[in-house]
């Protein structure tokens, strides 16, 4: 009987062992965790709901869903699409729903559903939870594994070996003996702390903008949640992903300038002197472009115009500092927001390490990476899932093609 070790049961780990077990149920498959309870990230993801996947829609290239591992997620893609993951789950009593925002959830909106589901499909595997595993090594004919458990320890020889922890921050000692080439791992998906209180005095609000790195070319657009310590939101979380190792070698100091309509400037211009036009005697502030009253009359103070002032009054020069202020109206960045249980990261085994195709280590035949291990992430959207449920199914079936 051929045996199979999974170390990590996360999304891509508990999706790869249970295409094994549908496709070749004959085969001995083991899935070491190190936490106390498996798909623990799923159970949290988009808030409770599991943002399952994405549909694309929109999506050009896929460098701007994957800052890193745009190569490998054109072939895991063809292998199981966004349509396939739909499909799996949908198949196995788990219906789904698109919402406006292009994301796919469970139509129950709860991603324990998710995961029960998963568990389901796992049955007959050997799931050892609370067991991490200490050191990895080949040997004669695939590998030996050592894990601890509560009570000791215990040395067991596979054929085959999946890794799928997750984020490198913690938990992957047991792979430093391999010396494979890893990219230092940073955070990816963040929000960031500005320190102006004129800003964050807006808290709660959200509008749809977009946002720069300035002296990068790094930019978002999208929804911009304003928070008591700086920004977040979909917007703000994208350019934290685009620009994530930027950012960590800055330590998190820059500055950002947000557009808070997402418009050209010659646009913006076109607006406002039609507002102009027909409102001489009005007070600007009285009169908001598109904007909650609250963030218009704070876009009029940026752009330091008196509160009473008229558009009768602005003349060139106001309009102009209006432009800017709608346009380019720049904060400084001052760190990032706390690491939440569902951070990504980006880095992790180089891909130089693997074949793209099979996602097998170049190195030693038998062993094999999927899921957020690889330096593969995506900004938020569904996208990080999606990576996972392809990696771990292209995993499984090249040690399947393997198995005849």
């Not at 930019?219 to 310590?229: E, R």
């Not at 940026?302 to 009473?308: K, M, T, V």
């Amino acid at each position: 009987m051929k045996t199979v070790a999974i170390i990590g049961a996360g999304a891509a780990g508990c999706f790869c062992a249970a295409e094994l077990r549908r496709v070749a149920p004959e085969v001995a498959v083991t899935v070491f965790e190190a936490g106390s309870r498996p798909l623990a990230k799923v159970a949290i993801t988009g808030g409770g709901r599991c943002n399952l996947t994405n549909d694309f829609e929109g999506i050009r290239s896929l460098a701007e869903a994957y800052p890193r591992g745009e190569r490998v997620m054109k072939r895991a893609l063809k292998a199981f699409s966004q349509e396939d993951t739909i499909r799996w789950f949908s198949e196995r009593g788990v219906p789904c729903t698109l919402q406006e925002d292009h994301c796919w959830f469970p139509v129950s909106q709860d991603a324990m559903d998710v995961v029960r589901c998963l568990l389901r499909e796992m049955k007959g595997v050997d799931l050892r939870v609370g067991t991490p595993v200490r050191f990895l090594r080949p040997a004669e004919g695939g590998f030996v594994i050592s894990s601890a458990a509560e009570g000791g320890a215990e040395k067991s020889h596979y054929d085959y070996v999946v890794v799928t922890t997750g984020g490198m921050t913690k938990g992957c000692s047991f792979l430093e003996s391999l010396d494979l080439e890893i990219i230092p791992p940073v955070p990816s998906l963040f929000t960031l702390n500005i320190p102006d209180k004129s800003l964050t005095a807006l808290m709660g609000l959200v509008v749809n903008a977009s946002i720069s790195l300035q002296g990068t070319p790094f930019k978002a657009s999208g929804p911009l949640l304003i928070t008591d310590w700086g920004i977040s939101g979909p917007a703000t979380l994208k350019l934290s992903s685009y620009a994530a190792r930027h950012l960590a070698e800055s330590q998190y100091k820059g500055t950002v300038a947000i557009n808070w309509l997402d418009r050209s400037e010659n646009e913006v211009r076109e607006m406002l002197q039609k507002s102009a036009s027909g409102s001489h005697q009005k007070q600007i502030v009285n009169t908001p472009l598109l904007l909650q009253q609250r963030m218009w009359e704070h876009i009029v103070l940026r752009a330091g115009l008196r509160p009473d002032i008229r558009w009768a009054e602005l003349g060139s020069k106001g309009l102009n500092r209006l432009i800017a202020a709608l346009t380019q109206d720049t904060y400084p960045v001052s760190g990032k927001g706390k690491f939440k249980e569902e951070f990504v990261t980006a880095g992790g085994i180089g891909l130089s390490n693997i074949d793209l195709s099979t996602l097998e280590c170049k190195r030693y035949p038998g062993l094999f990476f999927a899921g957020e291990i690889l330096d593969i992430d995506a900004i938020t959207g569904g996208f990080n899932l999606q990576a996972a449920w392809s990696t771990g199914y292209i995993c499984a079936h090249s040690i399947l093609s393997f198995l005849g």
